[in-house]
């Protein structure tokens, strides 16, 4: 089945009332993120749509691909299935070598360059994660970070899914620069469940959860795009010193006023910026 689109019917909150996003849709190419405060609903909403609720669970909500409902056969059929969804719950996994693993879903797919997919499967996913992922390595060695990565890069790549839910892969450590870098590459739609104010910022549109509800729905604009811009800079400066940290290194005066005094850079070319696209500084 070709999927040019997905749309969320909204239903109820925890108190029973309607939501106030009554619908969106979902393009291919589209990037989304779920925000709001733990316990308000997120993963429910995106369990719902990989699901493919139908006025079936407890917030009624329904999930049409192209305008249609799916039958119930297709969402139970792995063969079928076109959402992929890459929760923080990985202790289902089996103890094969990663290569073993990556092999068999390949054949189960019936890819003809199962090799080739395999190599890159493990290069974007050792892309993400800061220990390389070896093939001989057995599935449940890998830390969390490993372990989500590698199901990233398998679900776009061997899984080739067009639906793509990921819930908070802030929390495992992945280079979430990288992540978004490289998952924009690909003609999918990806739905972030996050806390992360730059994934959200660089999403298409981000849904607003409260009390179990979609409360509401806000695009991005020139604004937060450039404010984005500066988060790179403070995260890539808190990816550094994660990255001393874990070498062993010691932070010295020096070495923290460096990265410093490039944030200041970094800011002031902001600041620049939004002079010269009319956005006056606060």
Same mark, same amino acid.
């Given at each position: 089945?070709?999927?040019? +689109?997905?749309?969320?019917?909204?239903?109820?909150?925890?108190?029973?009332?309607?939501?106030?996003?009554?619908?969106?849709?979902?393009?291919?190419?589209?990037?989304?993120? *779920?925000?709001?405060?733990?316990?308000?609903?997120?993963?429910?909403?995106?369990?719902?749509? #990989?699901?493919?609720?139908?006025?079936?669970?407890? @917030?009624?909500?329904?999930?049409?691909?192209?305008?249609?409902?799916?039958?119930?056969?297709?969402? &139970?059929?792995? @063969?079928?299935?076109?959402?992929?969804?890459?929760?923080?719950?990985?202790?289902?996994?089996?103890?094969?070598?990663?290569?073993?693993?990556?092999?068999?879903?390949?054949?189960?797919?019936? /890819?003809?360059? /199962?090799?080739?997919?395999?190599?890159?499967?493990?290069?974007?996913?050792?892309?993400?994660?800061? #220990?390389?992922?070896?093939?001989?390595?057995?599935?449940?060695?890998?830390?969390?970070?490993?372990?989500? /990565?590698?199901?990233? !890069?398998?679900?776009?790549?061997?899984?080739?899914?067009?639906?793509?839910?990921?819930? #908070?892969?802030?929390?495992?450590?992945?280079?979430?620069?990288? !992540?978004? +870098?490289?998952? +924009?590459?690909?003609?999918?739609?990806?739905? &972030?469940?996050?806390?992360?104010?730059?994934? !959200?910022?660089?999403?298409?549109?981000?849904? *607003?959860?409260?009390?179990?509800?979609?409360?509401?729905?806000?695009?991005?604009? !020139?604004?937060?795009?450039?404010?984005?811009?500066?988060?790179?800079?403070?995260?890539?400066?808190?990816?550094?010193?994660?990255?001393?940290?874990?070498?062993?290194?010691? *932070?010295?005066?020096?070495? &923290? @006023? #460096?990265?410093?005094?490039?944030?200041?850079?970094?800011?002031?070319?902001?600041?620049?910026?939004?002079?010269?696209?009319?956005?006056?500084?606060?």
């Amino acid at each position: 089945m070709e999927i040019n +689109k997905i749309t969320i019917i909204g239903g109820i909150g925890k108190d029973g009332s309607r939501e106030k996003v009554e619908r969106f849709e979902l393009k291919m190419g589209d990037i989304i993120s *779920i925000v709001g405060p733990t316990g308000c609903g997120k993963t429910t909403l995106i369990n719902d749509i #990989e699901l493919f609720a139908n006025c079936n669970t407890p @917030s009624e909500r329904q999930i049409l691909i192209n305008d249609e409902p799916i039958a119930e056969d297709f969402s &139970f059929d792995p @063969s079928k299935h076109p959402i992929a969804l890459i929760s923080q719950h990985t202790n289902f996994l089996s103890d094969l070598p990663v290569g073993e693993f990556l092999k068999i879903h390949a054949k189960i797919r019936g /890819s003809e360059k /199962s090799e080739q997919m395999i190599e890159e499967t493990l290069d974007f996913a050792n892309q993400l994660t800061g #220990e390389a992922i070896i093939r001989e390595t057995a599935m449940t060695e890998l830390s969390g970070g490993q372990t989500r /990565s590698l199901l990233i !890069a398998d679900a776009v790549i061997i899984g080739n899914s067009p639906i793509i839910l990921l819930d #908070e892969i802030e929390n495992a450590g992945i280079h979430r620069t990288k !992540a978004l +870098k490289l998952l +924009k590459k690909y003609d999918k739609i990806f739905v &972030f469940v996050t806390h992360d104010p730059r994934i !959200a910022l660089l999403s298409d549109f981000r849904i *607003i959860m409260r009390n179990g509800a979609m409360q509401k729905m806000i695009t991005t604009n !020139a604004e937060e795009k450039m404010a984005a811009l500066g988060l790179k800079k403070i995260d890539d400066v808190m990816l550094e010193f994660r990255k001393r940290i874990r070498a062993g290194e010691e *932070i010295t005066d020096q070495i &923290f @006023s #460096e990265q410093i005094k490039d944030l200041a850079t970094s800011y002031q070319i902001y600041l620049n910026r939004r002079k010269t696209n009319g956005v006056e500084a606060n």
